[in-house]
């Protein structure tokens, strides 16, 4: 199966730990030996905020500020690349079209970020249609869509299942609450709901479970089906 995996920054990175981004790099090597073409978009992070609340500090203004985000994100890309060694193509794709064909030839394309305004949410909704992924996986901090933000919310409910334009309806609030932090941003899960991708949102705190999502669709976090979706051929083959 294809496969496009979304790797939060505070997930990959929440401090400079090669065990943990040599985890990571495990899980993938892990999912090509079960036959996974998987395509990675890392993002920035703790340090991506540090800079970015610095630069702001010295007046940057905000298209300066996400240029300094997409550098951090390609920098956690390259850790990601270095762990993977071989089995990843070498340099971070600026490109979708760039991202394709490094998985064509059989490696693992590795992306930050790509434009300003966005987060690398949305560089995985899109290399996921560019590449026609049979599933997206969002590895984050949060362990799954809740029908509101869990931190200012003690009586929130996380949704085992939500449609896409469930997710656009429940994330729209939250990208308007200054500090609510949404689990994907809202033009990732617009991009979710005009292409019909299938994903699964989850905690990636442990990367074991993005292959147990992946190769099984086993995982506690929440699933995005597209109407008359489907389960990944993959997952009905083995039952
Ligand atoms: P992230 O994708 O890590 O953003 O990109 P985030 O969602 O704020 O981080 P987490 O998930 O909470 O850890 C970091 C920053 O890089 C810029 C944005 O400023 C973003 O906040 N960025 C990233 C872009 O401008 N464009 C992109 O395509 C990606």
């Keep these: 199966m294809r496969l496009v995996v979304s790797i939060g920054g505070s997930v990959l990175a929440p401090e400079l730990d090669p065990d943990r981004v040599a985890a990571y790099?495990?899980?993938?090597?892990?999912?090509?030996?079960?036959?996974?073409?998987?395509?990675?978009?890392?993002?920035?992070?703790?340090?991506?905020?540090?800079?970015?609340?610095?630069?702001r500090e010295l007046g940057g203004n905000e298209v300066e500020l996400d240029e300094l985000g997409i550098g951090t994100t390609r920098l956690n890309a390259r850790l990601l690349i270095a762990a993977l060694g071989d089995a990843a193509a070498p340099a971070p794709a600026t490109a979708y079209d760039e991202a394709a064909t490094a998985l064509r030839r059989g490696e693992i394309p590795v992306m930050g970020g790509m434009t300003p305004g966005q987060t690398t949410d949305a560089v995985a909704v899109a290399?996921?249609?560019?590449?026609?992924?049979?599933?997206?996986?969002?590895?984050?901090?949060?362990?799954?869509?809740?029908?509101?933000?869990?931190?200012?919310?003690?009586?929130?409910?996380?949704?085992?299942?939500?449609?896409?334009?469930?997710?656009?309806?429940?994330?729209?609030?939250?990208?308007?609450?200054?500090?609510?932090?949404?689990?994907?941003?809202?033009?990732?899960?617009?991009?979710i709901d005009r292409a019909g991708?299938?994903?699964?949102?989850?905690?990636?705190?442990?990367?074991?479970?993005?292959?147990?999502?992946?190769?099984?669709?086993?995982?506690?976090?929440?699933?995005?089906?597209?109407?008359g979706g489907t389960d990944p051929a993959a997952w009905t083959e083995e039952r």
């Design 25 to 55: 790099a495990d899980a993938l090597d892990r999912l090509a030996a079960e036959g996974c073409e998987t395509g990675a978009v890392v993002g920035g992070g703790g340090v991506a905020r540090e800079y970015i609340t610095t630069a």
């Design 197 to 227: 991708i299938r994903a699964v949102v989850l905690d990636g705190t442990d990367p074991d479970a993005v292959v147990d999502a992946a190769l099984h669709g086993d995982h506690t976090g929440t699933n995005v089906v597209p109407e």
């Design 127 to 191: 290399l996921a249609e560019f590449v026609d992924a049979d599933l997206l996986v969002f590895a984050t901090s949060a362990d799954g869509v809740y029908d509101a933000d869990p931190d200012s919310h003690r009586d929130a409910t996380r949704f085992g299942e939500v449609s896409p334009a469930e997710l656009v309806d429940v994330v729209l609030p939250m990208s308007r609450d200054a500090g609510a932090s949404a689990p994907v941003d809202l033009l990732a899960a617009k991009l």
